[in-house]
C-alpha cells in the first residue's frame, strides 16, 4: 500500500465518493458502448474494435489532450500527427496487425468466448498493446472487467506492469489493486478514479465516446444524437 492510500481517511474512498455521479455516468456510457458493439454486425464491430486499438496504441506515453487529439486525427485521416510521440512507430504498429485478428477477436467477444482468452490473443497478436493496453482496448469498448494498470496507477498502488510477465500475473494484481481500495466497482472504474485521482482531475474521454457515437451528456442524461 502506497502513502497516498494512507494518508488521512482513505482519499481514494473520499474523491469517488465526491464524484459518484460522474462515475456512475461514465458506467452508462460504458454500459451502451458494450451493448452496440454486442449489437453490431462484423463490419461495425470490427470498426469500433479498431477504433479502440488505435486509442490504446496512441495513448501510450502521451498526454490526454495530444493523445484524444492525435486520436481524433487518425480517426479522420488515417495517419497520427507529428505532436503525437512516436507517431511513427505507433502508426507501424497499427497497420502492422492483420485484419483477420481483429475480425477473430470481434468474433470470440461476439460468441461470449473466455475474455481471458481473448484478452491473451490481442496482447499476442495486436502490435504494440501487449496486456495492459489489450485491456485497455476491451475496456474502452465496456468490457470493465478489465484494468489497465497505467503509470497513473502504478503511482498509486505501487505496482509495476513490467514485472507481470503474464496474464495470470496481470489479472492477479488488478484483482489486489481492486480489493485494497474496496470501492465496489468493476476493475476498470477502479482504474478510471485512481487514474483520476492521481491526475488530480475526473476525466470524462468524452472524446471517445462522442466518436464511437455512446455519449451522454450529464445535464439532462439524454444520449448523444449520433447514437
Same mark, same amino acid.
Given at each position: *500500500? =502506497?502513502?497516498?492510500?494512507?494518508?488521512?481517511?482513505?482519499?481514494?474512498?473520499?474523491? $469517488?465518493? =465526491?464524484?459518484?455521479?460522474? $462515475?456512475?455516468?461514465?458506467?452508462?456510457?460504458?454500459?451502451?458502448?458494450?451493448?452496440?458493439?454486442?449489437? #453490431?454486425?462484423?463490419?461495425?464491430?470490427?470498426? *469500433?474494435?479498431?477504433?479502440? $486499438?488505435?486509442?490504446?496504441?496512441?495513448?501510450?506515453?502521451?498526454?490526454?489532450?495530444?493523445?484524444? #487529439?492525435?486520436?481524433?486525427?487518425?480517426?479522420? =485521416?488515417?495517419?497520427?500527427?507529428? %505532436?503525437?510521440? %512516436?507517431?511513427?512507430?505507433?502508426?507501424?504498429?497499427?497497420?502492422?496487425?492483420?485484419?483477420?485478428?481483429? !475480425?477473430?477477436?470481434?468474433?470470440?467477444?461476439?460468441?461470449?468466448?473466455?475474455?481471458?482468452?481473448?484478452?491473451? $490473443? *490481442?496482447?499476442?497478436? +495486436?502490435?504494440?498493446?501487449?496486456?495492459?493496453?489489450? #485491456? +485497455?482496448?476491451?475496456?474502452?469498448?465496456?468490457?470493465?472487467?478489465?484494468?489497465?494498470?497505467?503509470?497513473?496507477?502504478?503511482?498509486?498502488?505501487?505496482?509495476?506492469?513490467?514485472?507481470?510477465?503474464?496474464?495470470?500475473? %496481470?489479472?492477479?494484481?488488478?484483482?489486489?489493486?481492486?480489493?485494497?481500495?474496496?470501492?465496489?466497482?468493476?476493475? +476498470?472504474?477502479?482504474?478510471?478514479?485512481?487514474?483520476? +485521482?492521481?491526475?488530480?482531475?475526473?476525466?470524462?474521454?468524452?472524446?471517445?465516446?462522442?466518436? !464511437?457515437?455512446?455519449? !451522454?451528456?450529464?445535464?439532462?442524461? =439524454?444520449?448523444?444524437?449520433?447514437?
Amino acid at each position: *500500500m =502506497t502513502q497516498k492510500t494512507l494518508q488521512g481517511n482513505n482519499p481514494i474512498q473520499q474523491w $469517488y465518493d =465526491t464524484r459518484r455521479t460522474e $462515475y456512475d455516468l461514465t458506467a452508462r456510457r460504458l454500459e451502451k458502448t458494450r451493448h452496440k458493439f454486442m449489437s #453490431a454486425d462484423i463490419t461495425e464491430a470490427v470498426r *469500433m474494435l479498431d477504433m479502440s $486499438y488505435a486509442n490504446a496504441v496512441i495513448s501510450q506515453q502521451c498526454a490526454v489532450n495530444k493523445h484524444e #487529439a492525435g486520436w481524433v486525427h487518425w480517426v479522420n =485521416t488515417g495517419e497520427i500527427p507529428e %505532436y503525437v510521440i %512516436y507517431s511513427n512507430q505507433k502508426t507501424r504498429w497499427i497497420n502492422s496487425t492483420n485484419h483477420i485478428h481483429k !475480425i477473430n477477436t470481434v468474433r470470440m467477444l461476439h460468441a461470449g468466448k473466455s475474455r481471458d482468452k481473448i484478452h491473451k $490473443y *490481442m496482447a499476442d497478436n +495486436f502490435t504494440g498493446l501487449g496486456l495492459m493496453k489489450a #485491456a +485497455f482496448t476491451l475496456a474502452m469498448l465496456g468490457f470493465t472487467d478489465r484494468m489497465c494498470i497505467d503509470t497513473n496507477v502504478s503511482q498509486v498502488t505501487g505496482v509495476e506492469v513490467t514485472s507481470l510477465s503474464n496474464l495470470s500475473d %496481470y489479472l492477479n494484481a488488478c484483482d489486489k489493486i481492486c480489493q485494497e481500495f474496496e470501492l465496489a466497482l468493476p476493475p +476498470f472504474l477502479t482504474q478510471w478514479v485512481l487514474f483520476d +485521482f492521481n491526475r488530480g482531475n475526473h476525466s470524462t474521454h468524452e472524446v471517445w465516446f462522442r466518436e !464511437i457515437g455512446t455519449w !451522454i451528456d450529464m445535464s439532462n442524461g =439524454t444520449q448523444d444524437k449520433h447514437l
